[in-house]
């Protein structure tokens, strides 16, 4: 969004109830814009926050297809309807943020081609596959809403979706100003809504000239690059190693396991040349760029124990080992090597950085495992 | 190569110990030995072989009192040996000695009042670390003292103190350690095949890479005790489980705390209200918390608020030791600089948890 039609969503949003902390200023760094500290803020601080009362807010009074159940059906439908009026929309200010579609067209890999899908697969099938699903699922979305109003012109149904999904705050939707602050899983404030205002805090103390985030949520580095339509290896990343890995049921040696990790997690199981293969659809089990997190752990421990009580000093060596097994099955789909940086299409470039990055994260967790071996 | 170095090197020679041809020893710009190998070395080769027959063995006997670690039993026999060794490889571990004069120079051992206090200022655990130490080695004089009056106190506490700093409580008295620098993860593995000690890499090496030895993971302040300066290119550890006790403060900690007992080595109060993870490898690396660790906090992960509590608890006590931030190092004597890099290596790695925390999805509190 340039920095006019920002100042002009801001001047709406402040008509509209906007709060925006003095000390925060939008500007660009490295061509990327984000929102900055112009003076020390303390934790704890309220940096911004607008009134719910003014957001589009859909009736929610149809019935929603099982699978697109994570999906908010009812909001996409008010929001395209209030493009589709354009300036004569009450909510002007909020749709003037969209990214148009001939933009994202550039860049998104909702436009990507059978050619570039092929490149892609060349260097990471699991990023083709996400890619693939996630573009079915829009396809799926944009069918289900233009079925609730056909007279709804699907392209901007297609430009609300992909807004959607890349700006879109839980619960509310896409609040103004409030969405132009960058994600940071470790550095993001904390973003609630009372349910009045939706409200941004700071988690922690920022110095003059620091950039100041929101968490959007934990998410697979593949998830950010397709949904964010950028990938910035500067950032904090993580890998959900255990949404990426079909697990044969029968694989589990402890009899029982399957039923007691079906009780305990989010799994999702799926039948594959006549066996039943299960992952775990759960976030919060992530690899972060140097260690596994806790959730991830426990999950791998409960795979191999199935829920019985195993000294630690038993359990430690095949947890390393298994642990260890996932490394290489993600370094096997990493193939970002077989290609040349130069010779791909913009829309490519960042899931070449993307699956550097991967392989840089996927080696500090290998040495992790090494040192505890040692 | 230095004349002493090749001297070192022919006594080894003498006492059968043989050492990988490409390999080829240095004196560091920290004044520490380093040795790379000059040519590929696959994973597992050997590096240097001690033949059984020529390891050190303890004097003959001797009943000594108590449950003795066998390795103070070696100490003593090289104590004996000290004004004249009788074997190649006495001479070869007493070669490896630091004089007094050198050892005083830098070892924490031997740091006054003054210091010890500039210690405290800049880290709470320092000072103990270092209390410990000294006291373990006048423990040890004390008793070698009782078994043999007539050795020279001042000679079994050199001996003990280099002992410590070579490694050789870890490695019964290996000779030539003090070849390789020290490291956890890029090591080198030392072990017993057919009663010869064999020291082997763990990995693929790289022509003129530098060979280390892992001798176990140490407490960033007990690898600093011993080392002529800080290194930042090497590993180094906070030694979780030895540091930390943890109150028992809620009821749901406490009716989580017998089933974690089952699966962990934790250590229980007499009045039931502090417990300690008594693990060596529970450790906060550089790369994240060990698995020990982690084990620790899923012993109670039926409990998310009580696995919160433990987590914030760890952090605010290992915050509260750490005073690095408060100390100017041009406040500091030369010799005092390493403890200070130490400490704020301590706070890094403090930092690396603390992320690891939020990236489990806990809200950490403030360092």
Redesign the interface.
Known sequence: MSTEVFCQQKQWASAHGLFLHEAVERKAVNGIYGMYALRDIP?NTLLASFPAAQLIRPKRDRRIPAELSDVDLPYLLATARELTLGDDSAFSGILKGFEPLEAMQQYSTQFISEAELLLLRSMSPTAYSWVKNANEKAERVVAAVCAMDPSLDPQVVLTVFLNYKSRSFKEVGIVPVLDQFNHS??LGNENSFDGERVQVYT???YRAGDQLFISYG?KDLLMHAIHYNYFDPNG?H?IEPARRIFTPVASLTRPNAFNHLQKKYKLQTLQHQGQMLFFLNDN?A?M?E??????L??YL?DSLTGGQ?????Q??SP??QTYLQMLDALAANNRYRSVQRETLPPRLLRFYDLLQKEELIIQ?NR??V???V? | MSPELKQTLQLAAHAGITLHPALETLVGPLGSLQTFTREALPAGSVLWQQPAAQRLSPPEHINYPGQVDPAIALLHQLARQAPSPSSAVSRLLLSACETDEQIRAYHGTYLDAAQLKQLGAMHAVLPNVLAMHTQRVQQIVQYLRQIDPTLDPQVIENLSVNAFRLGWFNTHFTPLTQLFRRC??R?TRLSVEDQNFVLRT?RELAPNSEVFI?LG?QDIFEQLIHAREFDPEL?YYIAFGARLQFAVKSGAMQSLLA?AR????IAVSNTGDRMQLQDP?ALL?E??????V??F???F?ADRNV?QALMNDALQQLQAMNHASKVAASALAPGMQKYLAGAQRDQAILD?FR??V??????AP?L
């Open positions: 934790a899983d470790r988690r922690q103390s934990h904090t993580f919060a992530l972060t140097q260690a596994p997190t806790l959730y752990t426990q421990s009580s195993v000294a630690t000093a359990l430690q947890l390393l500090a040495n992790w090494l040192e505890n040692a | 956890g993860l090591g763990q892992n993971r590993r089933p089952q699966v962990m080595p490898h690396m790369s994240g918390p060990s698995a020990s982690i084990a906090f899923n012993a992960a696995q690396h992320d690891w939020i990236d489990s999805g806990f809200d403030a």
